[in-house]
């Protein structure tokens, strides 16, 4: 397993008791955890886990640092379970119970071929981070080709794949692009991207919480609504809880699920996670999923582009923070 927060409450305790019983029966266990994310999660926490556990709480800044800051540096976002190479599980959900009971999440459950590609994510973090004796053996995957493929960034290798996957998708789009992701901060490329798109008659909305978690994220990304009105791209608020999904689907037939947001952190520092998925029946499903989220959502109109003046000096006043959010 590989995640980035895992609270020590009634939800993070009891993934420790199944980890435990688990390697009470036999199974090989690795866990990947974020330092920098659990801070305030005593380690005493974590050494509930068995002895028999393999645990790496993967630091922010490594003793390398100074050979290659990009490349040592970085927080593990991805949030990832592979069981016996059969199932697999990836989105944005963390551990805890906040997350469990009161934020609006995705995650997709993969059984089969799929499970290979999140399966070999996991274990090159892990691999980097240890000597060959220590190391995950590597399996064959099942089958050549699966509807299920994988983009993970690794800092430490300088590999940043999901951007590239998103602009890809943004520039064949044909008909709609539907976008929920709770923080969005787009470089301006993929704004760009986006905004052509509609230029050329492209249905695109963009879903963000009406309130995340991160007040400093939401400014940001308010800084970006005015000029994606103004281009025909529709900016959808969701008031019913914090919504931290990130998905993504293009013309019925292309979708993403994942880790990753929309903002630099996620797609040129952090270790992410996301699958991309072709396939017109899942497709419809996540766009089943963005309509029934659109209902608890507000849509921006001419009334934004009205607010106070004060408030549009603010969003300026923040514009040099957004390379690096």
């Avoid at 590609?117 to 691999?127: D, E, I, P, Y």
């Amino acid at each position: 397993m590989e995640t980035f927060i895992w609270k020590n409450d009634e939800a993070g305790q009891r993934f420790i008791d199944a980890f435990n019983a688990a390697a009470a029966r036999g199974v090989d266990i690795h866990l990947i955890y974020d330092g920098f994310a659990n801070l305030t999660v005593p380690t005493a926490f974590y050494r509930q886990l068995s002895a028999r556990i393999h645990v790496l709480r993967l630091p922010t800044v490594a003793r390398s640092f100074w050979k290659g800051p990009l490349r040592h540096s970085g927080f593990n976002h991805s949030k990832i379970l592979v069981i016996d190479d059969e199932v697999a599980f990836i989105g944005g959900f963390n551990i805890g119970s906040l997350y469990a009971r009161h934020w609006r999440d995705t995650h997709l459950r993969s059984i089969g071929p799929g499970a290979w590609g999140l399966r070999q994510t996991v274990a090159r973090v892990w691999n980097d981070f240890h000597p060959a004796s220590e190391q995950i053996g590597w399996v064959p995957p099942t089958e050549w080709e699966s509807k299920l493929r994988v983009s993970a960034n690794l800092p430490i290798q300088l590999v940043y794949p999901i951007r590239a996957m998103y602009l890809n998708a943004f520039v064949r789009a044909r008909k709609r692009i539907w976008l929920t992701t709770p923080y969005f901060i787009p470089d301006r490329q993929l704004l760009r991207s986006l905004i052509e798109a509609a230029e050329r008659g492209v249905d695109v909305r963009v879903m963000v919480p009406q309130e995340s978690n991160h007040i400093l994220g939401d400014w940001l990304s308010r800084g970006f609504f005015e000029e994606m009105i103004n281009s025909d791209v529709t900016v959808l608020l969701y008031t019913a809880s914090m919504i931290h999904s990130k998905v993504a689907t293009v013309d019925g037939e292309w979708s993403t699920v994942g880790t990753a947001n929309i903002d630099r952190l996620s797609l040129s520092f952090n270790y992410e996670t996301n699958v991309e998925v072709i396939d017109e029946d899942f497709a419809a499903e996540i766009e089943k999923v963005f309509d029934s989220d659109s209902a608890d959502c507000i849509e921006l109109g001419a009334e934004w582009l009205d607010r106070h003046r004060l408030t549009k000096l603010a969003e300026r006043a923040l514009v040099p923070m957004r390379p690096w959010l």
